[in-house]
């Protein structure tokens, strides 16, 4: 079946550092891919989102871009903030039929001051 | 501000009781769903509904029950079948399943037997 595995975590940073967090996927068909971050004690907010291969999703200064020929959908941050400390979620979407989404683990990142 | 309101934030629950979480949304959402998150893992799918009167079971049903009787509304029962309750819990809905929108979620219920 289809199936998200992320990076595992926690990633810890510095404050301006480049972060990336690797996602892969298995699916039959072709997915639409998302990532999501959760606050700490909240409930997850669609971060970015990519419907098709060769799409970038973009929001907030973070950036995915959907690879099918390596099964991938990477988050990146050229510079990150301690408010960006949070748990981010990979995800697809199965488009052919019952339209249930998949989540990944989740990567924890802390970013220090 | 449309949104999604889960309450009660945190509830306990005694050994043998039922429970109901409970799920609005504002949004006019067709589709809501109820996820169980536990520590160190994903999301994994309790149900969800397409419509009003009607919903499927997901990838974690049993112990589990819930109704779809306005289109606003969807209920979720933990019942005294469900052996290892305590986890967060989500609803989220999604306003067109197929046009790949994404989810939106409220802010969770924290369930804790004691």
């Known amino acids: 079946g289809d199936s998200v595995t992320q990076m595992e975590g926690p990633v810890t940073l510095s404050e301006e550092a480049c972060l990336t967090i690797?996602?892969?996927?298995?699916?039959?068909?072709?997915?639409?891919l998302f990532w999501y971050v959760q606050y700490p004690g909240e409930g997850l907010q669609l971060l970015l989102k990519?419907?098709?291969?060769?799409d970038k999703g973009s929001n907030k200064g973070f950036e995915a871009t959907y690879r099918k020929e390596t099964t991938s959908f990477h988050l990146e941050k050229g510079s990150v903030q301690v408010s960006d400390s949070a748990v981010y979620f990979c995800?697809?979407?199965?488009?052919?039929?019952?339209?249930?989404?998949?989540f990944g683990a989740g990567t924890r990142l802390f970013v220090k001051a | 501000d449309g949104g999604i309101t889960q309450s009660p934030k945190y509830l306990f629950r005694k050994e043998g009781q039922n429970v109901t979480l409970s799920c609005e949304q504002n949004?006019?959402?067709?589709?809501m769903y109820w996820y169980r998150q536990d520590p160190g893992q994903g999301l994994r799918l309790i149900y969800y509904?397409?419509?009003?009167?009607?919903?499927q079971k997901g990838d974690i049903a049993e112990g589990y029950s819930v109704s779809r009787e306005k289109k606003e509304s969807f209920p979720l029962t933990v019942t005294s079948a469900q052996k290892n309750p305590t986890a967060f819990y989500l609803c989220?809905?999604?306003?067109?399943?197929?046009?790949?929108?994404?989810?939106?979620f409220g802010s969770g219920t924290r369930l804790t037997v004691v």
């Open positions: 990519a419907t098709k291969a060769d």
């Open positions: 949004l006019n959402h067709d589709a």
């Open positions: 690797n996602c892969t996927y298995t699916a039959t068909g072709y997915p639409s």
């Open positions: 509904s397409q419509i009003v009167n009607d919903f």
């Open positions: 989220a809905s999604n306003r067109d399943p197929s046009a790949n929108y994404g989810y939106t």
């Open positions: 995800a697809l979407s199965d488009n052919t039929g019952g339209f249930k989404t998949i």
